[in-house]
């Protein structure tokens, strides 16, 4: 083998690791398909990212769908881990606030990997009554500022959990539908 078949060699498995790499981390900038009843509130949630200059898109890469659809009785929407559902059945199209309050709710589950937050009103509460909605407009600017104030980064939840555990702290995970009253 010449000197320049070596080089040429070196060349092509150089270009084809590239190649595999940047196929490999494609999904990390894809858009979930956004219901277009939902656009406008996700387009706000990515707006408000953009401005506190969160890197949204990492966080919502394993989302594949936003929809605007049937769910269960009981649920304003619900996080599925790659599928975000806003409940057709609970929300009227043209209650634009609440679908965007449902929205930022499920996408800080999907996305910011958040639990709910019991303590006051905020976007993270688990119940949240129908009658408590025009409290969350009127103070939506402070709930939104609560809302994004608590991201981490992946790499700083990790480090938070790993904190968590060595405390042995009792958390509760996992918890990802926004009911409209509580269960009995």
């Known amino acids: ?3 320049d078949q070596k080089i040429i060699s070196y060349l092509i498995v150089i ?3 590239i190649l595999i790499l940047i196929g490999s981390c494609s999904h990390m900038f894809k858009k979930p398909y956004v219901d277009p009843m939902l656009k406008n509130a996700f387009d706000e949630w990515v707006d408000q990212c953009k401005l506190r200059n969160i890197n949204y898109k990492r966080d919502i890469a394993k989302i594949d769908s936003i929809l605007y659809a049937p769910l269960e009785e009981g649920y304003w929407g619900q996080c ?3 599928k975000i559902i806003i ?3 609970a929300i009227s199209p043209i209650d634009l606030f609440t679908l965007k309050l449902v929205l930022f709710h499920e996408l800080g589950h999907c996305a ?3 639990d709910h937050f019991e303590w006051g009103e905020d976007i993270m509460i688990s119940v949240l009554p129908e009658e408590k909605i025009i409290m969350y407009q009127y ?6 500022d609560q809302y994004f104030i608590r991201y981490l980064t992946k790499k700083e939840r990790r480090k938070l959990q ?3 555990e060595k405390q042995d702290c009792f958390c509760i995970l996992n918890e990802d539908k926004l009911q409209v009253k ?3």
Do not use: A, C, D
Request: hydrophobic share 40%.
């Open 1 to 3: 083998m010449t000197q």
């Open 87 to 89: 409940n057709e059945n």
């Open 80 to 82: 599925f881990g790659n």
């Open 139 to 144: 103070f939506w600017v402070i709930l939104e």
């Open 15 to 17: 270009i084809f690791t």
């Open 182 to 184: 509580e269960s009995n």
């Open 112 to 114: 910011f990997k958040y």
């Open 162 to 164: 790993k904190r968590l």
